[in-house]
């Protein structure tokens, strides 16, 4: 049915009014609030051009062009000439001036002589439109670069590790010293453009009933390790599986079984690698775990076979001296650092549910047979002390879940440490817990006696886990004489760490300073918080209400009116009765992937990602009545599992709600760049360039993927790789890319299109051809939601080039 122009101007007139009412009230609201005025202003000028439009009065366009240069006014007044920032404030704005203006509507209200003011209103909002994306693309593609000239770019020393084939991969992060390096150059920045993919092969890996859903996520995390001519990798569900590195082809696959279904996560970040001593069955190892119950198998690296002499028949089970393990609360997500014959693991405990969890203990067992050969529990004195036959590890301890690194001449591996359980209520924490949460911990290979260990958050109740072990690298003392055995430690709360791995000392200024202090009863609070001042800070600056984002002036108002309904006394505001704002939060600036070290510059390459959280704690019994958990009667019990965003905390008089700060288009609530790389010099600790990585392709609102996106920047899961030859090759993203930025600038040389997201950290190597390649896991991430698959993807120059 055809809508006469008559009423078709009725129905914009009353649409504007609504919109106008709607402004005005939410923006009373907000100014209640000591919020922006210019919501409710804005509000009541639409009111009064609907009503006009009603009318069928001329004037009514007139006053909506008014509205629209005072709000084109505001929005540079408050943002400047930020395009992110003028998104939500002028794109729908200008649309809707678009058509108030077009012919079926202004049209039908002037006569022919106002035809060309029509299509100077027209022209008007047009160029707001076309000012809003310029100064977005200008932001993506200008404002970021070069800041600093990297000092030590020239160098021209190989930084090959003897320990390791300059074609290999051997470890997760290449090296003991997880730099993420390689020496191999014939990837270049004059060839890198004609990367093509040379491969792939499916895992046949997918998510299963229920997974991705109420808390439950799959994700892809796996780097493969290369050894010889062969990469190995892990599948979210455990599956073990060899490839030939030139040409994908499967040589064998194996899996250890089980049931998964009780796991809220679904990942394995890797597998390792042991050359048994000469003469001992199964010489070429591949480690890894199960995860339906703890357990540590080892496996012939040419066969899949398991290693008979491994343990029980190739196994171990990691539940010994562990007391009660539900099922689903331990397991093992990262590959276990093996080094000097040890295989040192620590595990994955379900965060946040109850006091006495599973054990944070770290242990390590023979590599060759699956002898334990030293634990290191933080309750026990010495922490390292053996156990009896009946005795239990301490339960509730702080966990190392993340990726170890080790320094082999030292004798030293290097342990992340999270907290103590639960995260956000640490009234109950032992001496032992509040010394040892969030740091990190270096540990005698050999023995399990601690010789240091530097603590990144005090008394933590933001899950501010140490997520992943420092990356090492040797850097000249202050007068340049001599040369400092160093490590980078990259937090979650975006401070990063410069420390002497040799006796945990910084060699980078640390500083105590105040921080903001709570309201919880019982609760203790830490005074003073280690910032680490001689280096740059990764996190986005404090959030302010101006801050807050949307796709429309609306859904951008609901999030400012929410902002001013919570509190925000910027990082280590500590979570209460009041809802606080996480910037950031659990997952942090960064997480599990860490960072990336070219040894030879001395540059520290790392991508950061800015999501915003909503935090509110609730007295136990109440979160009980209003249904967000179910009780339960104790570790001899069934566990009921609850929704991911409701931590029930049993045990404590508090639980908490954790929910990522979403408008109710499924925008997040805080202004893009929601992801960036970072280039920062580790001789003079300065930032040599930092600009967003990734667009919103493949995401969107309420959950629509699209097919192209605006160079926002977005937010990332997985780490990168540097090469000889200045390349930092990096996916993570959600637009499901892999790219390869110049590492001495951050402009993008290549970027290629993944099957699912590439959330994962990739590897490079030579292959039997005698190309380089660059290889990805490509399956997706739950938290994330970017799009799950189950493949590996090698890319490498065509040959012939």
Known sequence: MNIRPPLLVLLTGIATALIGLALAGLGTWLVLLDGSPYYLLAGLGLLVCGILLGLRRYLGAWVYTAVLVAT????????????????PRLIAPAVLGIWIWSPWIAGRLGTDRSRRWRWANIGLSLAVIVLVFAMGYRVSESRYLVISTPSGWEN????????????????????????????????????VSQ???????????LPRSGENKGGHEFSFEATPIKVGDAIYFCTPHREVVALDATTGELKWRYDPGGDMSHNVYQACRGVSYFEAPTGTPCPHRIISTASDLPRLFEVDADTGKLCDSFGNHGMVDLREHMGIVPAGFHFIS??????????????????NQAVGEPSGVIRAFDATTGALSWSWDMGRTPANAPLGKDDIYTRGTPNGWGVYSAD????????????????????????FDDAYSSSLVALDVTTGQERWHFQTVHHDLWDFDVPVGPSLVDLPDADGEATVPALVQTTK???????????????????????????IPNERYSKTQPFSVGMPALR????????????????????????????????????????????????????????????????????????????QMIPYDKGLQQGLYKPWG?????????????????????????????????????????????????????????????TTKNMGPLGIRMPVGLPTGVFSMGGSVATRSGIVFIGGTTDQSIRALDGRTGQTLWEGDLPAGGNATPLTYLGKDGRQYVVIAAGGHGGLQSRNGDEIVAFAVPKGS
């Open 540 to 615: 986005a600056p404090k959030f302010q209400e101006k801050d807050a984002w949307g796709a429309t002036p609306i859904d951008q108002l609901v999030c400012r009116i929410q902002y001013r309904q919570m509190r925000d006394d910027g990082l280590y505001t500590p979570p209460g009765l009041k809802p606080t704002l996480g910037w950031p939060a659990f997952d942090g600036t960064s997480d599990w992937y860490g960072s990336t070290i070219d040894p030879v510059r001395k540059m520290m390459y790392i991508n950061t990602t800015f999501m915003p959280f909503r935090l």
């Open 195 to 205: 990367l093509k993919q040379a491969w792939s092969f499916s895992t046949g890996d």
């Open 493 to 519: 709360q975006g401070e990063i760490y410069l420390l002497d791995r040799r006796d945990g000392k910084p060699i980078s200024p640390v500083e105590e300073r105040p921080v903001a202090q709570g309201d």
């Open 408 to 431: 082999p001449k030292l004798n030293l591996v290097f342990v992340p440490l999270g907290n103590a359980t639960p995260d956000y209520y640490g009234a109950e924490r032992r001496p």
């Open 334 to 351: 990262s590959p276990p650092m093996v080094i000097n014959g040890r295989a040192i693991l620590g595990g994955w405990v379900y965060d």
């Open 634 to 694: 104790g570790w001899g019990q069934p566990y009921p599992q609850s929704d991911f965003s409701n931590n029930p905390e049993h045990g404590t008089p508090f639980a908490i709600t954790v929910d990522a700060w979403l408008n109710f288009l499924n925008i997040p609530c805080s202004r893009p760049p929601w992801g960036q790389m970072q280039a920062i010099d580790l001789l003079t600790h300065k930032v040599v360039w930092q600009r967003p990585i990734g």
């Open 72 to 87: 084109v006014v505001w929005a540079v007044w408050e943002v400047s000439l930020d395009g992110w920032s003028l998104i």
């Open 156 to 191: 021209k020393d190989s930084g090959s590790d003897p320990s390791v084939a300059d074609d290999a991969w051997n470890f997760y992060g290449r090296t003991p010293a997880a730099d993420r390096y390689s020496p191999l150059d014939q990837i270049n920045p004059t060839n």
